[in-house]
């Protein structure tokens, strides 16, 4: 059963691809996790990802809850990943499924995205279980945001730590109250 502490991460992993890197975060991970901790490769993360942190495209299933982490790191799913995600949500048919990539899909605050036509790629493999995925979990955007795209839930968490980017205007000053923020 899964709890709060083993939920994948969706920010990038390590600034750019230096092994020490990778070396220098699997032993902080490998030294301070006490529960099993799942990652999925961001742009940043995909010289040395499949040596220190395995697979990029794998599911973790219960008899609640599907996740499926997918490789877009590229800003592309390759037909390997589409077909993977296809027979996982035909094979583990859950009520409560979250998809989880690291290049969001076109959204209302960040153009930094996939492009159109990737996003339609991957949709019309999700839309007959659209019902059931619950959310899609991007990263890679140094923000934290919340949409929906076609009908899809997205989170997008992608701070990581670095330094966030800011989206909207300046906050405005509440017009009866001098100084006061709304």
């Given amino acids: 059963t899964m709890c709060c502490n083993n939920w994948p991460r969706a920010t990038d992993l390590v600034p750019f691809g230096l092994e020490e ?37 794998y599911l973790l299933v219960n008899e609640d809850l599907l996740i499926v982490v997918l490789d877009n790191s590229k800003r592309k799913f390759d037909d390997m990943t589409l077909d993977f995600l296809a027979t996982s949500l035909r094979d583990y048919r ?12 076109p959204t209302r605050f960040s153009s930094n995205s ?30 934290y945001f919340e949409d929906e795209v076609d009908g899809f839930k997205v989170v997008v968490s992608g701070g990581g730590g670095a330094r966030l980017d800011f989206f909207g205007g300046l906050p ?9 923020w709304i």
């Avoid at 859950?94 to 899909?105: A, C, E, S, T, Y």
């Avoid at 036509?117 to 890679?140: C, F, N, S, T």
Wanted: overall charge positive; proline content about 6%; aromatic content about 14%.
């Fill in 94 to 105: 859950r009520k409560n499924i979250l998809v989880l990539f690291h290049i969001p899909p």
């Fill in 114 to 143: 996939m492009k159109q036509e990737e996003w339609d790629r991957i949709r019309a493999v999700m839309a007959p279980y659209q019902k059931d995925i619950r959310y899609i979990l991007a990263g890679h955007v140094h923000s």
């Fill in 21 to 57: 890197f990778y070396k220098h975060i699997a032993d902080i991970i490998n030294d301070i996790s006490g529960n099993p901790v799942y990652s999925l490769c961001g742009n940043h993360d995909t010289e040395y990802y499949d040596k220190y942190f395995g697979l990029k495209n």
């Fill in 172 to 180: 405005a000053l509440y017009p009866g109250k001098a100084g006061a």
